[in-house]
């Protein structure tokens, strides 16, 4: 069945760095959604990519989809302690209608 | 709007006893999912119910049932509990009117352990 692997599972960053977090699928993809959970909350949507290379951005965060589209990724520039959750990448293979949630990247903020 | 709701959310319950999770929606939405998450394993899809009137099974559907009981409820059973049944349990719903890029708007969640 389809994977989806994410990469690295644990992420401790320091307030103002960078980082990325990677996502991997073991078939191509229609499109693939993140979605960020906060500590004790529920999964909320945060994006969604649907073209083969799109890059989109929402403020401090770069989100990429690879050109075979069995990959992503999401950057985050300038971390703040806002950031501090856990994200999934979930995608949906072609042809398909439902989600495969990665297993997450679970970040972890230093002030 | 209330979004999609959850009840309880939390339980306990001993090894071999039943009990139902509840899920709402109030956005109109066609299509609802139950979802588990275990630490480190992300969501894992139990069943899922495409529209009003259809169910249909996820990647872990053993142990569990489900009913759609109109557009706006969609159900699930445990019909005899099971400690690795203890996990937080997550009620989604989209639009799905046809197309694959719909998102998902999950619920607060269950957090159900079994002893």
């Known amino acids: 069945g389809q994977q989806v692997m994410q990469i690295p599972q644990y992420q401790h960053v320091q307030e103002g760095e960078d980082f990325t977090t990677y996502c991997n699928s073991s078939?191509?993809?229609?499109?693939i959604q993140w979605y960020k959970q906060r500590p004790g909350g529920h999964p909320v949507f945060l994006i969604q990519?649907?073209?083969?290379?799109e890059v989109k951005k929402q403020k401090r965060l770069t989100f990429q989809f690879g050109e075979a589209k069995k990959n992503s990724s999401l950057h985050i520039t300038a971390t703040q302690t806002t950031d501090v959750g856990t994200y999934f990448c979930a995608g949906i293979k072609a042809a398909g209608n439902k989600l495969t949630f990665g297993g997450g990247t679970r970040v972890l903020v230093k002030p | 709007n209330a979004g999609v709701t959850q009840t309880p959310k939390f339980q306990v319950l001993k090894t071999g006893q039943s009990m139902t999770l509840q899920c709402a929606q109030d956005m109109n939405h066609n299509s609802m999912y139950w979802y588990r998450q275990d630490p480190g394993m992300g969501l894992r899809l139990i069943y899922y119910?495409?529209?009003?009137?259809?169910?249909d099974k996820g990647e872990v559907p053993n142990g569990y049932n489900v009913s759609r009981l109109n557009k706006r409820e969609f159900s699930l059973r445990l019909e005899s509990a099971a400690p690795s049944q203890t996990s937080v349990y997550f009620c989604a719903s989209s639009e799905n009117r046809g197309r694959s890029t719909d998102t998902q708007y999950f619920g607060p969640g269950t957090r159900l352990t079994v002893l």
């Open positions: 119910s495409a529209s009003e009137g259809t169910t």
């Open positions: 990519l649907v073209k083969s290379g």
């Open positions: 078939t191509t993809l229609s499109n």
